[in-house]
């Protein structure tokens, strides 16, 4: 668990940085979601990250980046397609509890907190506003993060 009660599940025992990074995005996630008129799923307790090996750990242009790789699926023949999967940084696979996986930041773990508040915007959403969510829940159509402004 991290400091403030999420669990975590990891194949490597993540640091400590990268841990208060997680606590650090979903603390900057309720914030947001008060300040929108969200009240459900805003607690740490409510959420499991799983912590991933990579598949890589640069992008294309060479930028540290330990991403998933998945299956293309919708995402097939658009720029994100590498050959019938994309990378991604995390993923939604549970929403109750709130569950997400993402990769293991062994070096800068600044991007951390912005991946864990991104994936939780899609768990604040399907808990608190579906229209929404299912708006925002495939970017395959556009969109992006951060949702939650």
């Given amino acids: 668990k991290t400091r403030k009660g999420t669990r975590i599940f990891a194949a490597t025992r993540p640091s400590a940085k990268m841990l208060n990074a997680i606590d650090s995005g979903l603390a900057e996630l309720f914030r947001v979601a008060r300040r929108n008129g969200y009240n459900k799923n805003l607690r740490f307790s409510d959420y499991t990250v799983f912590v991933a090996r990579p598949d890589r750990t640069r992008s ?6 330990p991403d998933i790789a998945v299956g293309a699926a919708q995402y097939a023949g658009s720029v994100y397609d590498k050959g019938g999967y994309i990378y991604v940084a995390g993923m939604v696979i549970g929403y109750n509890p709130g569950a997400f996986i993402i990769g293991e930041h062994t070096g800068d773990v600044s991007r951390v907190s912005d991946i864990v508040r991104f994936e939780g915007e899609h768990i604040v959403l399907y808990h608190n506003d579906r229209k929404r969510y299912h708006q925002t829940a ?3 159509k556009g969109g992006g993060h951060p949702i939650l402004k």
Wanted: no cysteine.
């Fill in 138 to 140: 495939d970017h395959s």
């Fill in 60 to 65: 294309a242009d060479g930028q540290y980046s």
